[in-house]
Structures are given as structure tokens and as C-alpha cells.
């Protein structure tokens, strides 16, 4: 009877300290989000990263992958749909594009994918180990677009054409301001206010149990580069509520002042 009491002790131990040693759930925290300040009634805007060009004067960086990270980024934005990159090559291919220069070049290829807009640029510095990187990037808006509204010619949604790009390209038509915004940034990570953006960044992107934490993306180029792209598209859209801002307040003013 002892021997029975003793071993229901111990079974009951191990089961109060199995209970006790179940993991906790961690705790979820948002990580920051960017919106757009493109109007929703006609849906997303659509974005094309066009390969960024590698001007950082070393062979370590490989451009297609931080292309793809940008296209990561801008799909992180609220607002903001974007084409893979393959999709955007396979339309430079058909159109015999090896490069992309100026607005009418943007054009063309925006108006083939039924893009609103196109990011395009370059790597400016590119280092590992410290890490480092520059991007400069431009964003071209075609005409009509960029507002929210969705540009429609002979009963077409352009949207739709964005399924294909064997289609035959619209006629690419004047950008809507050309090029609406510019970014270029130099992200050092040894630069303390660097330090601050990522850490920043890294919330409610990492696990909080992980012993370098949000230091993991100054431990690893590709997550440093997939820190920088979201900075620089996100510098984007700070730049288009800005274009957008003072486009509205001049219309309003300009209605305010028109003479009945």
C-alpha cells in the first residue's frame, strides 16, 4: 500500500512538473506599417521594380536580389500592389528593353504591364561585413494614375493586363509629373541613428526570444538589405503623401479663390 501511495506521489510530481515546464505563449507586437496615400475607390495602385542597376563597384552584391527585395517592400506597403520582378523582365524582354532611361522609357514598360508606377535605380554602395548599403531610387507615375484611379482606354481595365505580358503594349501617353519622387540614402550600420531605424524596423519581425534579437539584422547582409529597401520605400511614400498633400491644398485653394 505504501509502495502504491509512493509511486502515485511521483506520477502526480511529474505530471505538476510537466504542466509547469510547458512553454509560454510569446507575445505578438504589430510591426510598423506604411499606408499609402492613394485613394482606395478604384483599388491598389500597381508597382513595377525595374532590376536595379549595381554601381557600388564591387562583384559581392548581386542586384537581382536586392531588386527582389524592394519588390518584397513595396508589397509590404498598405496600398500598394507589386509585380514580381520575373514578370517585369519577361515585359523588358518583349520589349527589347536591356535598360531603362528617362520617363518614356517608364512609360513604355508601365504601360505593357498596366503598372501605375515604376521604382527603378541603383545600388550606390554595397559592403557585408560592416554592413553597408546605398540606394538611390526614382519613382515615374503614368498619367491618370497614382491618384487612386485605375487609367481605362477603349473599355479596358490596364489592371487586367497585368496578367500578361505578351499583350500588346498601350500607347505608353505623357506621365502624370514624370517622375513623382526620388530617394537616396547611404545606410552605414555602424551609424547609431541607423542602429535606431533597424531596431525600429525589427519590432514584431523577429522572435523576442532570439539572444541577438532585433541585432540579428546588423548580423546578416540580406536581412540588412531587407531593412534598407523598406527604408527607402518607405521614404517613397513619405514623399508622395507629401505630393499628394500639396496638390490637394492647391486645388482647394484655387476652388476657394474662383470667382462665382
Known amino acids: 500500500m505504501a509502495c502504491a501511495t509512493r509511486w502515485a506521489s511521483v506520477l ?30 478604384k483599388g491598389e495602385v500597381l508597382w513595377a521594380v525595374v532590376p536595379l542597376r549595381n554601381e557600388s563597384g564591387t562583384s559581392a552584391c548581386n542586384p537581382l536580389d536586392v531588386s527582389d527585395k524592394l519588390v518584397a517592400a513595396a508589397e509590404e506597403v498598405r496600398g500598394v500592389r507589386c509585380l514580381p520582378l520575373n514578370r517585369t523582365m519577361e515585359a523588358m524582354r518583349a520589349l527589347k528593353m536591356t535598360s531603362i532611361n528617362g520617363p518614356s522609357g517608364a512609360a513604355a514598360l ?23 548599403i546605398g540606394l538611390s531610387i526614382a519613382l515615374f507615375a503614368r498619367s491618370g494614375a497614382m491618384t487612386g484611379s485605375a487609367k481605362v482606354s477603349g473599355g479596358v481595365n490596364t489592371r487586367e493586363l497585368s496578367a500578361s505580358v505578351t499583350e500588346q503594349p498601350q500607347s505608353p501617353g505623357p506621365l502624370r509629373e514624370g517622375l513623382v519622387a526620388t530617394v537616396s540614402e547611404h545606410l552605414d550600420g555602424k551609424n547609431h541613428q541607423v542602429q535606431l531605424d533597424v531596431r525600429s524596423y525589427a519590432i514584431g519581425r523577429h522572435n523576442q526570444g532570439d539572444a541577438m534579437g532585433w541585432r540579428r539584422y546588423l548580423a546578416s547582409m540580406p536581412l540588412f538589405t531587407e531593412f534598407a529597401s523598406s527604408f527607402a520605400v518607405s521614404r517613397v511614400i513619405q514623399q508622395e503623401w507629401i505630393r499628394l498633400g500639396t496638390a490637394a491644398l492647391a486645388n482647394r485653394t484655387a476652388a476657394v479663390e474662383q470667382p462665382e
Do not use: N, W
Not at 510530481?13 to 482606395?40: E, R
Not at 508601365?110 to 553597408?132: F, R, W
Open 110 to 132: 508601365a504601360a505593357a504591364l498596366g503598372a501605375d508606377g515604376v521604382l527603378m535605380g541603383s545600388i550606390t554602395a554595397y559592403d557585408p561585413y560592416t554592413p553597408t
Open 12 to 41: 502526480g510530481a511529474c505530471v505538476l512538473i510537466a504542466g509547469g515546464c510547458s512553454a509560454p505563449k510569446p507575445d505578438l507586437t504589430s510591426p510598423q506599417i506604411t499606408v499609402a496615400p492613394y485613394s482606395a475607390e
